[in-house]
């Protein structure tokens, strides 16, 4: 007596609506996995900015005043005549906060090569050192190393509410934030309140290969060309271009203005959706959204200029 078998398995139509429900499922998982992915870097960026606030005050407590934005100033046309230059010395804030941040031995050897004044910072084998606390996983470049340039930071301290080398003051040694050319400023300096005061936030690295090259955003190591500080003049995530002396790479989010030594400028700018995390004087770290108002945001970054903010 012969049987017949019947093979059993799917139909085309049943894999086809199988694989349908899939792609459902995923496209609906995705976006819930970036976020939560966004969050993690979202927090793990505010937590390194807690650690450089506290790094500053540490710094302030031992040597009773804030590290100095530039300790030479910025960059501008007389640079090479101005008395006094260690040309060779083209670190920032950073540099002196590493023993509050534990990096004792690269700020041991960074120590060295000042002694020695010799050879330019960014060229000294520890510029090559990547730093944990100074990169944020939201920037896609991040951690940058730049041939000849070192390591870049992702994070960036305030100098004020305007340009880093206003007409006036081209080497931008006498700006109304707290770290600027040669500044020296005390808790005691800031009597709009630290609260009310800005002192870190973050920026997006750019792209070396492109504009005049070199893009020296978050530059840890040369910053003289204002990467490594910023401005609270436009509101985080501004579509207005940084103006980097020249040396400037435009990325998304990260735009180029017009460049020249005079009125430069970087902004803070982040890839975490809506703002960017920010640091104020008094130690604390909030995520400042792109809608505040420009003016509020402005003020925020003058350490005594007087104004009234709303701190909500």
């Not at 650690?51 to 040597?63: E, F, K, P, R, V």
């Not at 005061?197 to 840890?220: F, H, I, K, W, Y």
């Not at 004087?281 to 709303?310: H, K, L, Q, Y």
């Amino acid at each position: 007596m012969l049987y017949s078998r019947r093979r059993v398995g799917f139909t085309l139509i049943e894999l086809l609506v199988v694989i349908a429900i899939i792609a459902i499922l995923i496209g609906l998982l995705l976006p819930a996995v970036q976020k939560v992915r966004e969050a993690a870097a979202r927090m793990s960026c505010s937590n390194k900015q807690k650690q450089i606030a506290l790094a500053m005050h540490n710094y302030h407590d031992t040597h009773s005043k804030f590290p100095a934005g530039q300790p030479q100033g910025y960059y501008h046309d007389n640079w090479y005549s101005m008395p006094g230059l260690k040309e060779f010395n083209r670190a920032n804030w950073a540099g002196d906060i590493l023993p509050y941040v534990e990096q004792p031995a690269i700020y041991g050897e960074f120590q060295a090569v000042l002694l020695a004044n010799s050879t330019y910072t960014c060229f000294a084998p520890f510029s090559t050192n990547a730093i944990p606390t100074f990169s944020c996983p939201s920037d896609p470049k991040s951690p940058k190393q730049s041939l000849g340039q070192g390591f870049h930071t992702s994070y960036v301290a305030c100098h004020g509410s305007g340009y880093a080398t206003p007409t006036a003051d081209p080497r931008g040694i006498n700006l109304d934030g707290i770290f600027y050319g040669l500044s020296k400023v005390r808790l005691t300096d800031i009597t709009d309140g630290t609260s009310n005061t800005v002192m870190v936030s973050e920026l997006l690295q750019g792209d070396d290969a492109l504009g005049g090259g070199n893009d020296v955003r978050g530059r840890m190591w040369n910053t003289i060309h204002s990467g490594t500080t910023f401005s609270t003049l436009y509101p985080p995530n501004s579509t207005v271009g940084d103006n980097l002396m020249g040396y400037c790479g435009a990325v998304p989010g990260a735009p180029c203005g017009s460049q020249s030594v005079i009125n430069s400028f970087s902004l803070a700018r982040s890839k975490h959706t809506g703002g960017v995390n920010s640091a104020r004087a008094d130690g604390s770290v909030a995520f400042i959204t792109n809608t505040i108002t420009p003016n509020t945001w402005r003020w925020m970054g003058t350490r005594s200029g007087g104004e009234v903010i709303d701190n909500n």
